[in-house]
């Protein structure tokens, strides 16, 4: 090997080695962005709180229960998660706040509805422990668990 092509080598491996250390340096160093389950985290946090659309406040459920602003329960008390919920029928068996008889769906384009025992802004494709089915979903399971469809 002439000196030429061994200069160049070591000059090559003198950079992927500072390289790499520079690398590792970045792999270990503070990130300013946070982690991406914190930001879901901060998300969720925020929509837990999602205040109820505007005209709201009262309004009549899909089964006809009737909001009553001064008897609600917070979403906290209730398991409120934002995500449905597969009941022991699987994934035919979503429960969800749009299948629920307590839901109020959203109105004029709003994507949030509301609910006639849990406060704030509802989601529905979310659930809650409060979850009761529909009188027609209701209907459904009685018809499949008698074997008449």
Known sequence: MDDDSQQSRRRFLALASSASVLGLAGCLGHHSEPHPSERTKEFFSAD??????EGREECVSIDGYERDPNSLAAKGDVQYQFHPHHGSGGVNDTEMCANCRFFCPAT???????CARVAGGIRSQDWCALWQPTEELQQLRDERASGSE
């Open 108 to 114: 004029d384009g709003d994507r949030i509805g509301a």
């Open 48 to 53: 837990m709180n999602r205040p109820l659309p």
